[in-house]
């Protein structure tokens, strides 16, 4: 198993008072780069989505069916770097949370089911130099037996992790979640699928993108969060807590109101009765 060592307590600032963690992609990105890879140059759309039902649906571990995917693909893995890099884009609004979140001390940590080249490709772009300042734990490609990485069906993901997710993101936040109260600074999450539901359990206040399904998740397993459209909205109350003028306890109990209210983008479900706490 993976162990971590804390890293965010003193990168890139020395122990600051909130740490975000956040998905890659679908919540900074706006199209899921594996998702886009598999439906254009891997397997297709189709194929993916069953592959994604089949998990939903306890048939198959997420860690199968993705590797599948990706297996799908054999273009050379450089080529793949390339390609996601000229396709996929960031939220309108990350580049303006980052830079306020740099200002005042608060690291972000990406943990994703991703590759490191892709994901520092896609934030080197469209970042720029401050994106070394983002510390990613994720996923790695490397080369099949006897082949490299840049030959067609050269490469393959590695996990990092040996659970059914394949990378289990709460490994990497229960560390900082158990720290002792003095120490321990405020945890947040913003997340948009079933891969963040672990890591949101770890979290203070869970970001979950709006629309998607790990509100459902969320509602369904009593895990408190608030709701996001896009980063502008999570710099609003980033910036209010961190103020001082509103409660994480109150942000964590809004999304469940929401969702209610059928305003959190997805269809209610009556029975739940949002006793989270
Ligand atoms: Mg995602």
Request: a negative charge; proline letters at 5%.
């Amino acid at each position: 198993m993976a162990t971590t060592d804390l890293k965010a307590l003193r990168f890139p600032f020395k122990d600051p008072k909130f740490i975000f963690f956040t998905d890659f992609d679908g919540t900074i990105t706006l199209k899921d780069s594996n998702d886009y890879m598999t439906d254009t140059i891997g397997y297709g759309a189709e194929k993916r989505k069953q592959g994604n039902k089949d998990v939903l649906d306890g048939k198959k571990n997420f860690r199968d069916a993705f590797r599948e995917m990706m297996d799908s693909i054999t273009r050379p893995f450089p080529q793949c770097v390339d390609y996601l890099v000229e396709n996929i884009t960031l939220d309108p609004h990350f580049n303006e949370y980052f830079q306020w979140a740099l200002a005042n001390n608060i690291p972000t940590v990406v943990v994703s089911s991703g590759m490191t080249p892709v994901i520092r490709g896609i934030l080197q772009k469209l970042v720029g130099p401050d994106c070394d300042k983002i510390d990613i734990v994720c996923n790695e490609a490397v080369p099949r037996d006897g082949k490299s990485l840049d030959e067609e069906g050269g490469w393959q993901i590695q996990y990092h992790d040996d659970s059914g997710f394949g990378h289990d993101k709460s490994l990497t936040l229960r560390p900082y979640a158990q720290l002792p109260a003095d120490k321990r600074p405020t945890l947040f999450y913003a997340g948009d699928g079933v891969s963040d539901l672990s890591a949101a359990r770890e979290t203070d206040l869970l970001f979950a993108k709006k629309g998607h399904d790990l509100i459902t998740y969320c509602a369904r397993e009593n895990v408190p969060f608030t709701v996001f459209e896009d980063w502008s909205s999570i710099l609003a109350t980033v910036k209010q807590i961190v103020a001082g003028e509103r409660s994480v306890q109150d942000a964590a109990s809004q999304g469940f109101a929401d969702y209610k209210a059928g305003k959190a983008g997805v269809e209610p479900i009556a029975a739940l009765n949002g006793n989270a706490k």
